[in-house]
């Protein structure tokens, strides 16, 4: 049963691009979320999503993010215009079929740098 | 003031030693608390989880809640060099996101 997967695992931007990550839930889960970690920081939580719908977006950034996770294929966070605030390590977890899940599941994470 | 604090660290210790990791919080609200252990550039990956006031124990980690401080702890009983890590305590934030401490940088010295 293969993990949670991300990709890619590195990305390079320079600034006024666009970044894609993907994210491929575990088999059989429904929920994604995704989070971000800056250097020396916790993890810090963006946007929660099931299938075709965003659940609870309220750690996003309002401008320049934006988060989907169709009925099929991957999770995608979107940023757009990147600059060098971006940097970070972007996770994303999945859990099953239950709102409230404590065995939420990581991937590797997408290690964005901004040139 | 953060929901969760942690001390960064570093934490470095010997080999053998008990390590005591700790955090808290402000939000009463929070029921379900999580230890998470993250490799250098690595995704977390969950090490315990406690439901209320207790403690739980699984092999040499013991994970203790006291809900009355708003206080967590996770014990390590006889640290070995492959428990250096960043460890992140985490709670169950409104809507099932997790609410995470910064983590703490331990090293177990041979």
């Known amino acids: 049963n293969a993990g949670v997967m991300q990709n890619p695992r590195h990305l390079v931007r320079r600034r006024g691009q666009e970044a894609r990550l993907r994210c491929s839930p575990m088999?059989?889960?429904?929920?994604v979320y995704w989070y971000r970690q800056l250097p020396e920081e916790g993890l810090k939580f963006m946007v929660y999503l099931q299938k075709e719908n965003i659940i609870d977006e309220s750690g996003m950034p309002k401008e320049r993010f934006s988060a989907e996770f169709p009925k099929e294929g991957p999770s995608i966070l979107r940023i757009q215009q990147v600059v060098r605030g971006d940097s970070a390590a972007y996770f994303c977890?999945?859990?099953?079929?239950?709102?409230?899940?404590?065995?939420?599941?990581f991937g590797q994470g997408t290690r964005l740098t901004v040139v | 003031q953060k929901e969760v604090e942690q001390d960064p660290g570093p934490l470095s210790v010997p080999e053998g030693a008990i390590v005591s990791l700790n955090c808290t919080y402000s939000n009463s609200a929070f029921q379900y608390f999580m230890w998470y252990r993250q490799y250098s550039r690595k995704g977390p990956e969950l090490l315990m989880y406690t439901y209320s006031s207790g403690n739980k124990e699984d092999g040499r980690f013991t994970a203790q809640v006291d809900k009355s401080s708003k206080y967590i702890s996770l014990f390590i009983r006889d640290s070995q060099p492959s428990d250096s890590a960043t460890y992140l305590c985490a709670m169950n934030g409104q809507g099932g996101k997790l609410i995470f401490g910064q983590g703490t940088e331990l090293s177990v010295k041979p």
């Open positions: 088999k059989g889960h429904s929920h």
């Open positions: 977890a999945s859990s099953p079929d239950r709102e409230w899940d404590t065995e939420a599941f």
